[in-house]
């Protein structure tokens, strides 16, 4: 059974950092295309960055040089190293791979 499981938001000053977590289990990571996603209070789910298994990777605009996507073939964990947040970052972060999605997990970025 595929399982996806994030970690790792939280409330976070702007400009802080913060690193999610997407525990994987049922499918392997290295074998997969793998996605986080976002979705802000009122809006839609917007793609936020994803890495493929040779490990080539793709970043929205609005993150690009900010964020930091990342795998651990070992672990079957999917990273997210989101530095320099600003409030328009606040929102569900989700990963998703072999159409599978995790609940999400929320960050919050306020003074």
């Known amino acids: 059974q595929v399982q996806l499981t994030e970690s790792g938001g939280g409330l976070v000053q702007p400009g802080g950092s913060l690193r999610l977590s997407c525990a994987t289990s049922?499918?392997?990571?290295?074998?997969?295309?793998m996605f986080w996603y976002r979705q802000a209070p009122g809006k839609g789910r917007e793609w936020v960055a994803d890495?493929?298994?040779?490990?080539?990777?793709d970043y929205a605009d609005s993150v690009k040089g900010r964020f930091t996507i990342s795998t651990d073939h070992a672990k079957n964990m999917v990273y997210l190293q989101m530095n320099s947040l600003n409030a328009e970052d606040t929102a569900v972060y989700s990963c998703m791979g072999r159409q599978n999605w995790g609940k999400g997990t929320l960050v919050t970025v306020s003074s």
């Open positions: 049922g499918f392997a990571v290295s074998s997969a295309r």
């Open positions: 890495i493929t298994p040779g490990l080539r990777t």
